[in-house]
Structure formats: structure tokens, C-alpha cells
């Protein structure tokens, strides 16, 4: 059972289109986190939302914590080729499972 | 500051043998986790170390183990290694599962291939 649904799976945009990446769940979260990863390498982490309804900008990345904090998304202004990547959603439950889980991912590939 | 680091980055194991992976945490994080990410599939939680305790598993074979030193680093063993056991092996850190507003950083991970 996949606990986080992470939308769009792939999206090729053209350098200087906006984008928006979904993350969904019936759970609710204590916390959730957005990495990007690049090939071969780890995540990094991007932000982290914790308060229903809490809204986090990162220079042209907007991030949403649903007020239910049951969802999140990412959105990209302008994305750039410096924007390609796996972008991965990963919530944490409350309770003592020190256990994140993931979306499936979404491969970002902006074409300059 | 330094992030989490891992060794080895890249290492190749035959069939049915054994093999360690080292990951030392950021300075001041007492937990340490471990996932695995193989071709194709997602994260997968492995386990989870805080003050030198094993917490939580998640659903891999006993063959798969670890520990946390006095020093909050930590070692992944894999026994008997299966060809499915090729993947990429990710430690990270943090202050505590319960610290408010938790924050996990991932090392470069560890590449196993085993033939």
C-alpha cells in the first residue's frame, strides 16, 4: 500500500514553464519533507513543513503543507535545467517508527 | 559543517558473501537511519538507531543488521548477500525522531552491486 501518491511520475517542460508536483495521502503527517536527488547520489533535502496550511519559499520553489496535513506540493516558477532531477515527498507519521515514507518520485526534466 | 558521511561509495560483493557499510552522522545527531533504494523501487526504510539502540526495523530479512557506537556512527551489515540485494544504501541523521520539526539528512549513499 503506497501511503504517499506523488504526482506527475515524469514531466519534460521546456526552461522557463511552471510546474507543479503532488503529494497526497488519507494519512495525516506530523511532518513531511521534499528532497531532490540527483543520479547516483542522495537526496537532498529541499524543505521541511511541519504546520497545517504552512506555505515555504525556497528562491522560485513554493512549498504547501495541506491544512489537514494529509497533502503537499511543490511548485516551480521558471524552472531551469539546473531543475532536473527526482524530486521525492517523504512524511513522517506520528508515533515512534523514526520510519519516513516516500512518494514513488517524480523525474523532473526541464530542456533548455 | 560536515553532512552525513558514507563508506564505501561503491563496492562490488559476490553471492552469499558478506559485507559492512560505515556511516557517521552530522555532529550532534543521535539517530541514524538507514534505506535502501534499488533500480525501480523507492525508499525503503531499513532501520533506525538513537543512543545506541536499535528502535525500529522495517520488513527486511534478519540478514541485514547493524549497530550504533558510543559515537553516534553507525554500521549496516548485510550476510549472505542475494543478487536482489544490489541497490543504493542511504544513511541519514538527525537530532531525534521526536525533535520538533525533525529534519533528515541523507549521505551520498552507498552503491553495492553484487554479482
Known amino acids: 500500500t503506497q501511503l504517499l501518491e506523488q504526482s506527475p511520475q515524469f514531466l519534460s517542460i521546456q526552461e522557463g514553464e511552471n510546474l507543479t508536483v503532488y503529494c497526497n495521502s488519507s494519512?495525516?503527517?506530523?511532518?513531511l519533507q521534499w528532497y531532490r536527488q540527483e543520479p547516483g547520489e542522495g537526496p537532498v533535502l529541499l524543505v521541511t513543513?511541519?504546520?497545517?496550511?504552512e506555505v515555504k519559499k525556497l528562491k522560485r520553489l513554493t512549498f504547501q503543507f495541506g491544512d489537514a496535513r494529509k497533502d503537499s506540493s511543490l511548485h516551480i516558477t521558471a524552472a531551469q535545467p539546473g531543475d532536473t532531477g527526482l524530486y521525492l515527498c517523504?512524511?513522517?507519521?506520528?508515533?515512534?517508527?523514526?520510519?519516513?515514507?516516500f512518494g514513488q518520485g517524480t523525474t523532473l526534466q526541464v530542456k533548455p | 559543517e560536515a553532512g552525513v558521511t558514507q563508506s564505501p561509495t561503491h563496492l562490488i560483493k559476490t553471492r552469499g558473501q558478506q559485507v559492512t557499510l560505515r556511516c557517521s552522522p552530522i555532529?550532534?545527531?543521535?539517530?541514524v537511519y538507514w534505506y535502501q533504494q534499488a533500480l525501480g523501487l523507492g525508499l525503503q526504510f531499513l532501520l533506525w538507531?538513537?543512543?545506541?539502540?536499535?528502535?525500529n526495523r522495517g520488513n527486511f530479512p534478519p540478514r541485514f543488521s547493524g549497530r550504533q557506537f558510543p559515537n553516534y556512527s553507525s554500521e549496516l551489515n548485510v550476510n549472505a548477500l542475494e543478487l536482489e540485494d544490489s541497490a543504493l544504501y542511504l544513511c541519514?541523521?538527525?537530532?531525534?525522531?521526536?525533535?520538533?520539526?525533525?529534519?533528515?539528512?541523507f549521505g551520498e549513499g552507498s552503491w553495492l552491486t553484487v554479482v
Open positions: 541519514a541523521s538527525s537530532l531525534g525522531w521526536s525533535a520538533p520539526g525533525n529534519t533528515i539528512y
Open positions: 494519512s495525516v503527517f506530523s511532518s
Open positions: 513543513v511541519v504546520t497545517g496550511g
Open positions: 517523504a512524511g513522517a507519521k506520528s508515533g515512534n517508527t523514526g520510519k519516513l515514507i
Open positions: 555532529s550532534g545527531h543521535t539517530s
Open positions: 538507531y538513537d543512543e545506541g539502540e536499535e528502535r
